[in-house]
């Protein structure tokens, strides 16, 4: 079945204690981005890579890392967390066949920093 | 800065077909129109795209008007399963893509 995975799926954690949260995906895509979601602001980029190796910044960056090692792995790091990065977050991947391929969302991490 | 306009909340009876408007007034010529739906906090789930044409798939169906600066996503025959966050996209690609605060669709028994 064709899928993207998350974990963990729920995590609680204190200020400054480094975290990654892994993101996996099946299909062979090219594409894989992350994302966060918070309450009234909808879903904001964090991190994107076109393919191995290749990441960029997306619109909320700040105190977050990522790697691209493996086409089908990116884990987001967050080095020393804070409270502010309380949030759900998404992994998503597409393929790059065509300009408007679609993206598959993993099903959601959510952390709550304390 | 989400480029679309999108009722915050709209109900629908069950069986019935729901209408999802989206105004994008300043898209450009190669911009897409994405459908994306989100149930509870579930990850986003694709509906549908276009980019000039009607589209119809075995979930949805996308009206594009004529100038591209609206769209209708219409669920033919609303099951309880199709309340969720809809969210009316424009964008290039990927990338581009910009998730604003969506319609709340709640179908009614």
């Known amino acids: 079945e064709a899928q993207v995975t998350q974990n963990p799926r729920y995590l609680i954690t204190v200020t400054g204690k480094k975290l990654t949260v892994t993101c996996s995906q099946n299909?062979?895509?090219?594409?894989m981005s992350w994302y966060r979601q918070d309450p009234g602001l909808g879903l904001r980029q964090i991190y994107y890579s076109m393919n191995v190796e290749v990441t960029d910044k997306g619109d909320v960056p700040e105190g977050y890392k990522v790697s691209r090692k493996e086409k089908r792995n990116f884990p987001l790091i967050l080095e020393s967390p804070s409270p502010n990065q309380t949030s759900l977050y998404f992994c998503?991947?597409?393929?790059?066949?065509?300009?408007?391929?679609?993206?598959?969302f993993g099903p959601g991490t959510r952390l709550l920093v304390l | 800065d989400a480029k679309t306009t999108q009722p915050p909340s709209m109900d629908c009876a069950e069986g019935r077909a729901a209408n999802l408007p989206c105004n994008h007034s300043?898209?450009?010529?190669?911009?897409?129109v994405y459908w994306y739906r989100q149930i509870h906090s579930q990850g986003p789930q694709y509906i549908i795209h276009?980019?000039?044409n009607n589209e119809t798939n075995e979930m949805a169906s996308l009206i594009i008007t004529e100038d591209r600066k609206s769209s209708t996503l219409i669920l033919p025959h609303a099951t309880l399963r199709d309340t969720a966050v809809y969210y009316c996209i424009v964008a290039y690609n990927n990338n581009d893509m910009r998730f604003g605060a969506g319609t709340r669709l709640t179908v009614k028994p």
């Open positions: 300043t898209i450009s010529g190669n911009e897409y």
């Open positions: 998503a991947s597409s393929s790059l066949l065509e300009m408007s391929e679609t993206q598959y």
């Open positions: 299909m062979n895509h090219e594409y």
């Open positions: 276009g980019l000039k």
